[in-house]
């Protein structure tokens, strides 16, 4: 069965600091894979998404995620984390049909 | 322009009861999506739609769930005797409609728009 797996249930990071979000996926091929970002009280917003090409994609506030094949991975980075980047975040793939598998998520808290 | 709207935000009823839980989609989207979040959970697909055809309803996890959209716009979703476990957010997305992706692949999803969602709780 397709899965999607974000091993870190809870991050916390200084401001300033660099940021990886780990997603694994489990699918036979390709999958489109997305990260969304759910700030409190807020819908989730499309950060960024990958469907075929440079396995390196960048995002909107300034997040960048690179797809590895070998490892079924779509982590997700940013280089200097602000304090408004702590929200929750959702990795998810897009397979043929009509769903969308998300994972469980992973909550960053941003330290001063 | 005016983004995915759902109302209630909040709803607390008691077990045994029936909700409704509306989704408003942007203007000209054809696919509406609803998913459950759950404490501690990812998003739960619950129910599909795509223009007139009809609904992908694979993800209800019971007949007490359904979901209607009229007139391809507006949709309800449905819960009939609510139990404790039915407690969570419900949020309602839409985007414009599938079409093939860059490699030429037979579909792709265009990105989701989502509501603020409705939490449900139940009593």
């Known amino acids: 069965a397709q899965s999607v797996t974000q091993p870190d249930i809870h991050i916390t990071v200084s401001e300033g600091a660099s940021l990886e979000l780990r997603c694994n996926y489990s699918?036979?091929?390709?999958?489109?894979l997305f990260w969304y970002v759910q700030s409190p009280g807020q819908g989730l917003q499309l950060l960024l998404k990958?469907?075929?090409?440079?396995?390196l994609v960048q995002g909107i506030k300034g997040f960048e995620a690179e797809f590895k094949r070998s490892q079924s991975s779509f982590n997700l980075r940013k280089p200097s984390v602000h304090w408004s980047d702590a929200a929750e975040y959702f990795c998810?793939?897009?397979?043929?049909?009509?769903?969308?598998?998300f994972g469980t998520g992973t909550s960053l808290t941003v330290i001063p | 322009g005016a983004g995915v709207s759902q109302s209630p935000s909040n709803k607390v009823t008691e077990k045994g009861k029936d909700v409704e839980l509306r989704c408003d989609p942007i203007?000209?989207?054809?696919?509406l999506y609803w998913y459950r979040q759950s404490l501690g959970q990812g998003l739960e697909f619950l129910i599909y739609?795509?223009?007139?055809?009809?609904?992908?309803k694979s993800g209800l996890p019971s007949d007490r769930f359904s979901a209607e959209r009229t007139g391809g716009s507006v949709s309800t979703l449905t819960i009939q005797r609510t139990q404790q476990e039915d407690s969570a957010v419900y949020l309602c997305?839409?985007?414009?409609?599938?079409?093939?992706?860059?490699?030429?692949?037979?579909?792709?999803?265009?990105?989701?728009?989502f509501g603020p969602g409705t939490r449900l709780t139940v009593l």
């Open positions: 997305a839409s985007s414009l409609s599938r079409d093939r992706g860059p490699s030429g692949r037979a579909w792709a999803h265009n990105e989701q728009f």
């Open positions: 699918y036979g091929a390709t999958p489109y």
């Open positions: 990958y469907f075929s090409g440079d396995t």
């Open positions: 998810a793939v897009g397979i043929t049909g009509n769903q969308f598998y």
């Open positions: 203007s000209g989207h054809t696919a």
């Open positions: 739609f795509q223009g007139n055809s009809a609904p992908d």
